[in-house]
């Protein structure tokens, strides 16, 4: 039933609370039938809410170019961008211009592009104090904005509902079933997503199953190997069984020189041989296989993580409904596949982590896995299609693994599937 004057949240909350944890895919279907209903009506609703006056988006950032093209596609125009950073000042964005907050004209609706709540009531004094009215408005677009987000999260997980509901008939245990629907769930509603995620998580992360821990003389694989940090967490979990090889795979340069430090100090900690850890400046590919997609998911509710150095994950801020890059090297020259770099070892696990890239990273080592079954963590939570493709194509590879999923994180990040062969 549909309440007139409701809150999208408002309308699912009994819903929310009662399907807090769902434990079947029947329950999953009948949680989303509902998020449906709800979210059109809330859109119908709140689209004839807005008034008159230039629309204003004030925040340039990643929330706020989000939310213009999300209006864009409902086509609800947006005037301009305004921002406290004057860098912006006199820039564009979205092809919009972004100006000072003392150049919004008095009959404008500014609504407020940043969640976090004490840096948004700042800036609400501060358009209060220039005679600008913000919190309704701010409330509607952003209402607007997250139904329309779910929306289209729903058409577009529904276009590979069977492949989802394939993987979730491959996990081999109830608990990675249940986490399955949940993470599922999370992502697709957007609401509640730290409680679920809270309490869905666990430690170990890349290690979570016994299967994963004590390895006899072990060739570990570390792609994404980032600073050393996992290899070192290997190095903790694995040494009384014993390590034969450790290859991590880092393509960042100004990270790989930390990742060789570190490996070194490693060495030295653990008095392991010299070269019993091979630091390789290099990112894991595979061959350019363009993946098919009925429907094209949308931006996945993330923050935007920007650093000075590359090979780091970024979001971009690209036309609403469109693919996100999500890696990005020093040059195409420092990419291998582990197939052809790798050829003739043995291999024991490999742990692949790569921002987005993981699916092509596994494209690159097929014949490896063919070939020795190794353990397998590799992360699924860089792109929605992850939760589907990665699982599907492994199984493709080897049918006989095992397989299992834990969460290892309070937030969207850090969903590991687990393989192994019994």
């Not at 912006?88 to 964005?93: K, L, N, V």
Request: include cysteine; charge should be negative.
């Amino acid at each position: 039933m549909v309440i007139e004057n409701q809150t999208l949240e408002g309308a699912l909350r009994p819903h929310l609370n009662h399907f807090f944890m769902v434990n079947s895919w029947d329950e999953l279907n009948g949680f989303l039938a509902v998020v449906q209903e709800q979210s059109e009506a809330s859109l119908r609703r709140d689209l004839g809410k807005i008034g008159g006056g230039p629309l204003i988006c004030f925040g340039a950032g990643y929330n706020g170019n989000l939310m213009v093209r999300v209006l864009n596609s409902l086509g609800i125009n947006v005037s301009m961008f305004a921002d406290n950073d004057s860098k912006r000042w006199g820039s564009a964005s979205c092809a919009l211009p972004v100006v000072a907050p003392e150049e919004i004209r008095k009959n404008s609706q500014v609504f407020i592009a940043i969640y976090d709540d004490k840096a948004k009531n700042a800036i609400g004094l501060q358009l209060e104090k220039l005679g600008l009215s913000w919190q309704e408005p701010t409330r509607l677009i952003q209402q607007i904005c997250h139904a329309k987000l779910i929306s289209d999260s729903l058409v577009a997980f529904k276009a590979h509902w069977a492949d989802f509901q394939r993987v979730y008939e491959l996990l081999s245990d109830d608990l990675s079933r249940k986490i399955y629907l949940n993470v599922l769930k999370a992502r697709i509603s957007l609401f509640d997503q730290c409680r679920i995620f809270y309490m869905l998580s666990e430690g170990a992360t890349y290690w979570a199953l016994p299967e994963f821990r004590n390895i006899p003389d072990a060739t570990f694989v570390d792609i994404g190997a980032f600073t050393g940090d996992t290899v070192e967490s290997f190095l903790h979990n694995n040494l009384p069984a014993g390590v034969r090889k450790i290859h991590a795979f880092e393509p960042c340069s100004e990270i790989f020189d930390i990742l060789e430090k570190n490996a070194a100090l490693l060495t030295e900690k653990f008095q392991l041989p010299a070269n019993l850890i091979s630091c390789h400046n290099s990112a894991v590919t595979g061959p350019g296989i363009v993946e098919e997609s009925k429907v094209e998911f949308p931006p996945m509710n993330l923050p935007l993580f920007q650093t000075h150095v590359t090979g780091t994950a970024v979001i971009a801020a690209c036309e609403y409904g469109s693919e996100l890059p999500m890696m990005a090297f020093d040059s195409q020259d420092n990419a291998c596949m582990l197939d052809t770099c790798l050829d003739g070892e043995k291999i024991d696990f490999i742990k692949i982590d790569v921002e987005g890239g993981d699916l092509k990273s596994l494209r690159g080592a097929a014949n490896i896995i063919k070939k020795q079954a190794p353990r397998l963590s590799v992360a699924i939570y860089h792109h929605h299609r992850d939760l589907f493709s990665i699982p599907l194509y492994i199984h493709s590879l080897i049918p006989e693994y095992t397989m299992s999923i834990r969460h290892h994180s309070a937030d969207i990040f850090d969903t590991i599937l687990y393989c192994h062969v019994r």
